[in-house]
């Protein structure tokens, strides 16, 4: 007994699994949407709320800080790591085949990040500054973006 088995059709579906496996192999575009959205919502969440990625309060401003900021400006923006915005428009991101980074290339964002005392050279002293981390993804943050690979995978695996 002998069973042939004739396949017709088979370069279209070689094709269509071609065009998917390169559309898989570089996830750019989607690692290109997660730092938009990661970006967005540093900005919405962090600086708008003025929080940490896991939603705690930033340290407020030094007295000091304050009576500096109501003589530089007439009404004193009084938002903490905002005085001038710099380092909220700061925020981008990078995406790569396999990658995605979020961040800042302002020198003083790392310590506004993670805290640290600065010590004066010219002037004799130092200030300390807190921690006010303003990157980071949350868990909610973290469960959407696994939504959004899996959205991903079914528009271009399904088509």
């Excluded at 964002?109 to 805290?115: E, K, P, S, T, W």
């Amino acid at each position: 007994m002998q069973i042939s088995v004739r396949v017709e059709g088979l370069s279209k579906v070689q094709q269509k699994l071609k065009v998917t496996a390169d559309k898989l192999h570089s996830l750019k575009p989607f690692w290109e949407t997660v730092g938009m959205y990661v970006q967005r919502q540093t900005i919405r969440e962090r600086f708008n709320k003025e929080q940490t990625p896991d939603g705690q309060k930033w340290k407020p401003l030094a007295p000091a800080t304050i009576r500096k900021r109501k003589k530089r400006h007439k009404r004193g923006n009084m938002k903490i790591l905002q005085d001038t915005g710099a380092l909220r428009k700061s925020v981008a991101y990078e995406a790569g085949n396999n990658y995605v980074k979020v961040g800042s290339v302002l020198k003083y964002a790392r310590i506004h990040q993670f805290g640290g005392t600065i010590h004066f050279r010219k002037k004799k002293g130092s200030v300390t500054i807190p921690a006010r981390p303003f990157l980071g993804v949350t868990d909610k943050e973290k469960q959407h973006i696994t939504s959004m690979f899996r959205q991903y995978l079914k528009r271009h695996i399904l088509g």
